[in-house]
């Protein structure tokens, strides 16, 4: 746990739900809701910073444009979940902390990002993830299958961003339009063929079309990324085969110094 002090704007952080900027450092004056503070900030997706009376939970970080001479400054992106009772002062000492994972499911489909499908599968991936480890926080986006939009989506939500896991779901077959695996080898540091294998023989074992699947696993900075099918069906299948290791593999990655078994 660590202490922020946060000078916040006017009526920032007093509704709920309410999304404000974050920024550390001097000179930022974005005309949005926002708070600054001149400590070095360390945030990751699903921190909470609490206050005696308030909470605003973190979803993700990104560059805000420079003012006159000053250049791009980083800030985060707050959603304030307990609002601040009028009448505080505007500067006020909060504490962060992260309890459990940060994910990020990505929904590949070119019908679901045109608003012409209702997606199932991307809020079944939070289901399943969130009832076998404990979440910060989970966020959800729907893409077109184009393979340059997935890659700047995973890098940015890896390296940029700082989610431990992201789970995408459509485009691993070979249609013309499925791209999902080759976006992903291209931003993967470290191939998971053991999570490969194990999605593969689980989906065979229901019907020989798990053939098809190009799904690719690995990891890109402290994040795991997985492919899964499109099908909710295929989803709960694939995803069920892997998510019992899910939490051991980011704990390992992210520097866990723990044996992985007893002796």
């Known amino acids: 746990m ?18 404000f900027l974050l920024f550390a450092g001097q000179g930022s004056n974005p005309g949005v809701p926002c708070a600054h503070t001149v400590q070095p900030l360390a945030l990751r997706p699903g921190h909470v910073l609490r206050g005696e009376q308030e909470e605003h939970r973190v979803l993700g970080r990104l560059w805000w444009p420079g003012q006159a001479q000053l250049p791009d400054a980083p800030c985060w992106l707050l959603e304030t979940l307990v609002p601040a009772p009028l009448g505080l002062d505007d500067e006020r000492t909060l504490s962060a902390q992260r309890e459990g994972f940060a994910l990020a499911w990505i929904t590949l489909s070119d019908k679901g ?14 289901e ?16 077109p299958d184009e393979e340059r939009g997935i890659r700047a989506l995973l890098t940015q939500l890896a390296l940029q961003d700082g989610f ?8 691993t077959g070979v249609a013309p339009r499925d791209v999902t695996p080759e976006a992903t080898l291209a931003v993967i ?16 074992a229901k019907t020989p079309h798990g053939a098809v699947s190009r799904a690719v696993c ?9 492919n899964l099918p499109g ?33």
């Open 113 to 126: 990002a045109a608003g012409q499908r209702v997606d199932a599968s991307g809020p079944l991936v939070e």
């Open 231 to 263: 099908s909710p069906k295929a989803v709960r299948e694939c995803l069920g085969a892997v998510v019992p290791a899910l939490a051991h593999t980011v704990e390992k990655l992210q520097g866990d110094p723990s044996d992985c078994a007893a002796v």
């Open 164 to 171: 431990d896991l992201i789970c995408t779901t459509g485009g």
């Open 189 to 204: 540091e470290k191939r998971l063929p053991g999570f490969e294998r194990a999605m593969t023989m689980t989906s065979l």
């Open 128 to 143: 399943v993830v969130r009832a076998a480890m404990p979440l910060s926080l989970a966020r959800g986006f729907v893409l």
């Open 2 to 19: 660590s202490e922020i002090t946060l000078r916040f704007s006017n009526n920032t952080g007093q509704t709920p739900g309410q999304r």
């Open 218 to 226: 690995g990891t890109l900075g402290n994040a795991v990324i997985v």
